[in-house]
């Protein structure tokens, strides 16, 4: 039993009930409320405002079919005679097992391409896997959706950063460049893409079977430390150097008059985006991401500091 602040203390009497706070000399658990286990019958605590050290540990809602996952089942299945698979969770296995595959296949080219041919190679990785990279990237926008419809915890900003950067550079810019397609810096960057992919969706499909993984889940929170900056230098060379060549040929630039009577200048708005975009993007995915790993790793190493 703990002690009380005994000149601390608000007493509120009403037509039905007397409310009475009591305020502890020292911050810390109570084994029980009163000195005696038995508790007097004028005594009620209000729910509404308990708390106990369980609510700290378990944050999250309890769901029975969760705790009891083969009793559930079992009864689905006396009920309906088969299980039934939820849809959200058979989707995002598909997803990502596709996805996986599909970066999987990208490396794997590129890698026996490089093993047989070596530098040789680097004027035809755009020919080679340009179109299923592109495709694939396209396909990463459902990633912007499913934080929208529930099928994943968390926002759209975080995705929309990455995959929106990835489509300018690649659509917009390196897809519409020969010159910057036979550059070895777009093989650099297609194989940093792939690395970074066939780590996170094994990781994905892991946390949504609850199947914890600590190999692939400290390769997937220590990886993006060289993988992000090198991806983002890759990314900032291809603009720069299409920032060159626009300023050259003048292409999807606007001067007066024209019809619209607006001027626009692509050189400039790489510029800009280069110094506006590009820059603080990186800053802020890498702050999540360091966020995210001393949430995933720092909190164990603690645990294991305080056995």
Known sequence: M?????????IKITDHKIDLTLFKADKGWWPRLTS??????WLKI?????????????????????????????LQKDELGFTKEDFKKVYL???????????????????????????????HVYDTIGPVICFAQLMQCLEIL???????????????????GRLFVLLVNLDQERRIQVMPVTFYLFLTWSAIEIIRYPYYMS?????????????????????????????????FRNLIFMEQS????????????????????????????????????MKHMHKARQQKLGSRSGKLKRT
Request: glycine content about 4%.
């Open 2 to 10: 703990g002690f009380v602040e005994s000149k601390t203390k608000n």
């Open 36 to 41: 005696k286990p038995t508790k007097p019958a």
């Open 46 to 74: 209000d729910f509404d405002k308990w708390q106990s050290e369980d609510d700290l540990i378990d944050e999250e809602t309890r769901d029975i079919r969760e705790d009891y996952p083969d009793i559930y089942q079992q």
């Open 93 to 123: 296995t598909f997803y990502n097992l596709f996805m996986y595959i599909a970066f999987m296949y990208i490396s794997t080219v590129m890698c026996i391409r490089y093993v047989k041919d070596g530098s040789d190679f680097f004027p």
């Open 146 to 164: 499913h934080p929208v419809f529930g099928y994943v915890k968390g926002g759209i900003v975080m995705p929309w950063l990455q995959i929106q």
């Open 207 to 239: 946390q949504l079977y609850k199947k914890e993984n600590k190999i692939l889940t400290w390769v997937r929170y220590t990886a993006w430390i060289v993988l992000y900056p090198i991806g983002f230098s890759c990314e900032s060379i291809i603009l």
């Open 250 to 285: 003048g292409r999807w630039s606007m001067s007066m008059p024209n019809a619209f009577n607006f001027t626009f200048h692509y050189a400039t708005f790489l510029r800009l985006y280069l110094l506006l975009g590009v820059i603080p993007a990186m800053y802020f995915l």
